[in-house]
């Protein structure tokens, strides 16, 4: 089974293979041998190709985190068939909380027509007041959120219309 | 005046404060509680305290927030004193008003001080008055028609100020007159939200400035002393993320009259308890008083390794009653130290804040190593407290010896589930001008591509095999065919 394993934003198509000695990582046209043995209390023992380190390794669903040569590195694991699933949703795009925090201010409501730069609305995070702007020109489809309200980091804030087309 | 000891302390805090608190109050044998909101998950302090309290609140942080509510879960746990840690309600005069009057100590100065000091624009004019340095200003209250015309005639550049503020809300850089209004407009909002006030003033803003603070003490027998600088010039966001002491700027000359300034200025306000008075010290070796906090400070510790001071062991004796019992000549200085604040946040994203479950947890440690945790392994890290997690603390014969060992006490620090500042605060004491000590408060700015980490060489080869192999649907898939047509997989399809 292939996985796109996603390190710093760039994504790998990965997939592991059996080999008479363990296992071999094929990495796009690249491949090299690799084993992964615990030592217990979150520590593992890792090797891939010649190198060796002992790492801390933890994991929820598809998301990894890798402690190695005392820096931590998260890994998102993504299954091509999921990835498929997510692209086919619609064409209208949104705007998504760059932090966690909450909701000060609400500037505009459905079918507000608003331009590149213009402010949707403010939120904080603890000490940082945020201004969250349009990205484009475009008609406010749906606001999802309301002053007061506590959103996760990359909660959808505002969505816009989709754009129409253009008819002959 | 004879002591009266404390036998039942309030931690009225949260987060690594309190825990740290706590430990003080547990070697003096003293009986220990913490307050929590019912919202908030898991926690290291409650763990350490022998009750646990709840307050209520609308918010986590409006009831911490909550002087009545404060009094009323410390009276009903027969608290004798109430430590307030720093930030929520440490510098509050009321809660040390309704503390007295429901016959409950305040581990902290008396609330006449809490008020001069907590108004920036009556504690500028107490130092003034007194003869110590403060940095050319306008004041909104003297005039408020004039305020603009008179904050550009202060000379560019000039900080906007809440008069109420602290720890950096609601303060505003103005480099260019024509974003004086706006820039005002949002501070006093700002203001107003943090602290229910929106006047202001500007003060003649420093380039490239140091931010070097003193410890000072006083006891309720009339002593004040000082316990030497912090000097806490590497910031984001006008917050410390790294102190250290002694500072690497200053001579013997200046350490003694900066350190005598502080200790001058602790007298003359009659002070009592911990507490830090902040300056601003230029290129030129010119320092202006800055404010003075009236409790204990975030970066404490690292005057405790170079002291030899429990500085909480120090609150809570002058909070019973007792005599410092010794001289300024008595408190020395030993080696250097320095403190790295672990925060939730990814600094190459403008250090918004993260959530998020710490998965696994593994805390430094080494000789000259201290780590003060507020956190836990599985701890959940929402968006209601500041992100700081924990503090690593490090302590060197000299300067060279503690970047060496806090470099290493970073590297050994793991947070895995939570994206937190650890690398990009390694990368800082890797810097050459941090190294020679040659930093403003405007270096982490100055020098964000150098501190971004973005030629940092990648192990690829290991995650990607550590991502791979710890998959189970991956290794499944790998094992389940027999090794002869597995082998083939590569090119198989």
């Known amino acids: 089974m292939k996985k796109t394993l996603v390190i710093d934003g760039a994504p790998q198509n990965c997939a592991l293979t059996r080999t008479p000695g363990g296992m071999r990582l094929l990495v796009g046209e690249r491949s090299f041998d690799c084993a992964l043995e615990t030592l217990g209390d979150g520590r593992y023992r890792l090797r891939a190709g010649d190198v060796r380190r002992d790492v801390l390794l933890a994991q929820q669903g598809d998301q990894l985190w890798v402690h190695v040569d005392g820096r931590t590195h998260a890994i998102q694991r993504i299954n091509p068939l999921d990835a498929l699933a997510a692209g086919g949703r619609g064409g209208a795009d949104s705007t998504l909380a760059p932090m966690p925090g909450t909701i000060l201010t609400v500037q505009v409501k459905p079918g507000d027509a608003v331009k590149s730069g213009q402010i949707l609305l403010t939120m904080e995070s603890m000490k940082l007041e945020v201004t969250i702007t349009a990205p484009h020109d475009g008609e406010i489809a749906e606001v999802l959120c309301a002053p007061g309200q506590s959103v996760p980091v990359k909660a959808t804030l505002v969505r816009f219309a989709a754009k129409a087309e253009a008819t002959p | ?493």
């Open chain 2, 1 to 493: 005046m004879t002591p009266q000891p404390i036998r039942r302390l309030l931690v009225a805090n949260r987060g690594e404060i309190a825990a740290r608190i706590l430990r003080t109050a547990r070697a003096r044998g003293i009986t220990t509680a913490i307050v929590r909101h019912p919202d908030e998950e898991g926690g290291l302090a409650p763990r350490l305290a022998d009750d646990c309290l709840t307050i209520n609140g609308p918010t986590p942080v409006a009831a911490y927030l909550d002087v009545a509510e404060i009094v009323r879960v410390a009276r009903e746990w027969g608290a004798d004193a109430v430590h307030p840690g720093y930030g929520f309600l440490s510098e509050n005069a009321r809660l040390a008003r309704a503390l007295a009057e429901a016959g409950i100590r305040f581990v902290g100065p008396t609330p006449e001080v809490i008020e001069l000091m907590g108004d920036k624009i009556r504690a500028r004019n107490f130092v003034v008055e007194r003869g110590f340095p403060v940095a050319p200003s306008a004041i909104e209250a003297d005039d408020p028609a004039t305020f603009a015309q008179r904050a550009l005639a202060v000379g560019l550049p000039i900080l906007i100020k809440p008069a109420a503020g602290g720890g950096g809300k609601g303060m505003r850089i103005v480099r260019d007159a024509s974003v004086l209004e706006a820039e005002l407009a949002t501070a006093r909002r700002e203001g107003e939200r943090y602290f229910g006030d929106g006047r202001l003033f500007v003060e003649r803003y420093v380039e490239r400035p140091r931010h070097i603070e003193v410890q000072v003490f006083g006891d309720s027998h009339g002593k004040v002393v000082h316990f030497g600088e912090r000097e806490c010039s590497v910031q984001r966001r006008f917050q410390k993320i790294i102190e250290e002491t002694p500072s690497p700027v200053l001579t013997p000359e200046k350490r003694g009259a900066i350190c005598e300034a502080a200790a001058g200025i602790a007298r003359a306000a009659a002070y009592v308890g911990a507490g830090t008075v902040e300056f601003i010290y230029g290129a030129g070796g010119e320092f202006y008083f800055l404010e003075m906090n009236t409790r204990l400070q975030v970066e404490h510790p690292v005057t405790e390794m170079v002291t030899g001071f429990d500085l909480v062991a120090e609150q809570l004796r002058v909070c019973e009653g007792e005599a410092l019992g010794y001289e300024q000549s008595e408190i020395t200085a030993q080696g250097h130290s320095i403190e790295l604040r672990i925060c939730a946040e990814d600094p190459s994203q403008g250090f918004v804040p993260a959530t998020g479950t710490i998965h696994l947890l593994r805390e430094a440690s080494g000789p000259g190593v201290r780590v003060d945790s507020g956190v836990h392994e599985g701890q959940r890290v929402g968006s209601d407290f500041d992100p700081l997690l924990s503090k690593v603390i490090v302590h060197g014969r000299d300067r060279r010896e503690a970047i060496a060992r806090a470099r290493q006490a970073l590297r050994d620090t793991a947070l895995l589930g939570i994206t937190t500042n650890t690398a990009y605060l390694d990368r800082v004491l890797a810097h050459p001008l941090f190294a020679a000590g040659d930093y403003s408060t405007a270096f982490l700015d100055e020098q964000a591509a150098a501190l971004s980490g973005k030629d940092e060489p990648l192990p690829l080869d290991l995650l990607l095999a550590a991502a791979a192999l710890s998959d189970r649907q991956m290794v499944d898939a790998a094992t389940s065919v027999p090794a002869i047509y597995a082998a083939m997989g590569a090119w198989r399809n």
